[in-house]
């Protein structure tokens, strides 16, 4: 099973399997309205394709160039080296929660009320910080700059976790999972963010599930002792962001536990509807490449070398029949090339995926590329996370500044 949870094909199916059954069960029961011929042609395509993508390269990858070998780094104990990493990571964590705040007083300042009266204002402090991220978009500050870099340094922090819980024998990992966990809820409290605080866990997940095989009784005990903490603060920081934030409200639950159950299937459902309703609103004029690669067309204006693009962090709302914001990552592809882009892009990534499997096992900057792909791979029914530089950024720093070679680590724990 742990294989299964590193496998992209297995991962892409079975998210899109979940969010196509549940999208169907609210159409038969009427929640959403029927598909269209365009939705269903373009979610069969992008299941198509991007299983194709993975297989070309499975069943050819023979025809592969040589490995990328990245010098090995020999400088003392693999724990060891990983630990002093993972005390950076954590400390850039800190400074990112410590840089966020003085971004809640920005926005209490612009709101003209204290800094914990508006903590105290959950709905006002969201709208807050999407207008922040909103006007960040095209003008960067020095704030956002600092944000976006320490988070990507705590990001990576996740993944090295991950494989400390596999090589460290001692009680101290649970210290570090433990201050990583209560850091990352205070920092998605902060940001009344629930996608954040799952990121990091699948991170942390996805590199735990990548390293070595296990018996079947060292499996059980070890992952309940090293990802059931992980996963419970998930559930808490929905249960809490409910309680502050009252979304039951907002689906017409009165009650509470059915609430929070029914923005769970929101969550999973409704961007295929809402992806119905962009088709069915949609009026041509493509994007040729803005909405995929958003973060390298906000980079050439900033050279003046192209107009500004033209890009909504938070895009538009539809009702359908409550409000929702998200529209699968098919949006941004159709948006810019139509129909080639849902087959292309899809294919494209399958077998980028394929590329990156065998590599990942062997030095850690693949693993890291291979496990941020694999989040939105798993994220492709909700939303198109690949927006933000700052994405791009955690892959220069594990490229850059942790050159572990996983071989050398453990190899009998390791497996690609």
């Given at each position: 099973?742990?294989?299964?949870?590193?496998?992209?094909?297995?991962?892409?199916?079975?998210?899109?399997?979940?969010?196509g059954?549940?999208?169907?069960?609210?159409?038969?029961?009427?929640?959403?309205?029927?598909?269209?011929?365009?939705?269903?042609?373009?979610?069969?395509?992008?299941?198509?394709?991007?299983?194709?993508?993975?297989l070309?390269?499975?069943?050819?990858?023979?025809?592969?160039?040589?490995?990328?070998e990245?010098?090995?780094?020999?400088?003392?104990?693999?724990?060891?080296?990983?630990?002093?990493?993972?005390t950076?990571t954590?400390?850039?964590g800190?400074?990112?929660?410590l840089?966020?705040?003085?971004?809640?007083a920005?926005?209490?300042?612009?709101?003209?009320?204290?800094?914990?009266?508006?903590?105290r204002?959950?709905?006002?402090?969201?709208?807050?910080?999407?207008?922040?991220?909103?006007m960040?978009?095209?003008?960067?500050?020095?704030?956002?700059?600092?944000?976006?870099?320490?988070?990507?340094?705590?990001?990576?922090?996740?993944?090295?976790l991950?494989?400390?819980l596999?090589?460290?024998?001692?009680?101290?990992?649970?210290?570090?999972?433990g201050?990583?966990?209560?850091?990352?809820?205070?920092?998605?409290?902060?940001?009344?963010?629930?996608?954040?605080?799952?990121?990091?866990?699948?991170?942390?997940?996805?590199?735990?599930?990548a390293?070595?095989?296990?018996?079947?009784?060292?499996?059980?005990?070890?992952?309940?002792?090293?990802?059931?903490?992980?996963?419970?603060?998930?559930?808490?920081?929905f249960?809490?962001i409910?309680?502050?934030?009252r979304?039951?409200?907002?689906?017409?639950?009165?009650?509470?536990?059915?609430?929070?159950?029914?923005?769970?299937?929101?969550?999973?459902?409704?961007?295929i509807?809402a992806?119905?309703?962009?088709?069915?609103?949609?009026r041509?004029?493509?994007?040729?490449?803005?909405n995929?690669?958003?973060?390298?067309?906000?980079?050439l204006?900033?050279f003046?070398?192209?107009?500004?693009?033209?890009?909504?962090?938070?895009?538009?709302?539809?009702?359908?029949?409550?409000?929702t914001?998200?529209?699968?990552?098919?949006r941004?592809?159709?948006e810019?090339f139509?129909?080639?882009?849902?087959?292309?892009?899809?294919y494209?990534?399958?077998?980028?995926?394929?590329?990156?499997?065998?590599?990942?096992?062997?030095?850690?900057?693949f693993?890291?590329?291979?496990v941020?792909?694999?989040?939105?791979?798993?994220?492709s029914?909700?939303?198109?996370?690949?927006?933000?530089?700052?994405f791009?950024?955690q892959?220069?720093?594990?490229?850059t500044?942790?050159?572990?070679e996983?071989?050398?680590?453990?190899e009998?724990?390791?497996?690609?």
């Amino acid at each position: 099973m742990m294989e299964c949870l590193t496998d992209p094909l297995f991962v892409f199916l079975a998210v899109w399997a979940t969010a196509g059954t549940l999208y169907l069960a609210g159409v038969f029961t009427g929640i959403f309205p029927s598909p269209s011929a365009l939705t269903q042609g373009a979610l069969l395509l992008n299941v198509v394709t991007f299983s194709l993508g993975y297989l070309t390269w499975t069943a050819f990858k023979g025809l592969a160039p040589q490995d990328i070998e990245l010098p090995p780094v020999h400088d003392g104990p693999p724990t060891k080296r990983i630990q002093r990493a993972l005390t950076f990571t954590l400390l850039m964590g800190v400074i990112a929660l410590l840089l966020m705040l003085y971004r809640v007083a920005l926005i209490a300042a612009h709101f003209h009320t204290g800094f914990l009266d508006l903590l105290r204002q959950p709905a006002l402090l969201r709208f807050g910080l999407v207008l922040f991220l909103e006007m960040a978009v095209s003008q960067t500050s020095l704030v956002v700059k600092l944000i976006s870099l320490t988070s990507g340094f705590f990001a990576i922090g996740f993944v090295l976790l991950g494989l400390f819980l596999h090589l460290d024998t001692t009680s101290r990992k649970y210290i570090y999972l433990g201050g990583f966990l209560l850091l990352a809820l205070a920092i998605c409290l902060t940001n009344l963010s629930r996608y954040d605080m799952t990121v990091y866990v699948m991170y942390l997940i996805l590199a735990y599930c990548a390293t070595g095989p296990l018996t079947r009784r060292e499996r059980l005990r070890r992952v309940t002792w090293n990802l059931l903490p992980p996963a419970l603060a998930v559930v808490l920081i929905f249960v809490v962001i409910e309680l502050l934030l009252r979304k039951s409200a907002a689906y017409s639950q009165t009650e509470r536990l059915r609430g929070i159950l029914f923005s769970f299937y929101w969550y999973l459902a409704s961007p295929i509807a809402a992806l119905n309703e962009f088709f069915a609103g949609f009026r041509g004029g493509y994007e040729l490449g803005q909405n995929t690669f958003f973060p390298f067309f906000k980079w050439l204006h900033r050279f003046h070398l192209i107009p500004e693009p033209d890009m909504s962090v938070f895009t538009e709302w539809v009702f359908v029949p409550h409000a929702t914001n998200v529209y699968t990552y098919l949006r941004n592809f159709y948006e810019d090339f139509g129909l080639l882009g849902v087959a292309v892009v899809p294919y494209a990534l399958g077998w980028l995926m394929a590329v990156l499997k065998d590599r990942a096992g062997r030095y850690f900057p693949f693993l890291v590329l291979y496990v941020f792909l694999l989040v939105p791979i798993a994220f492709s029914f909700y939303s198109y996370p690949l927006l933000s530089s700052q994405f791009y950024l955690q892959i220069l720093f594990g490229f850059t500044f942790f050159r572990y070679e996983l071989r050398s680590m453990n190899e009998p724990q390791l497996s690609g």
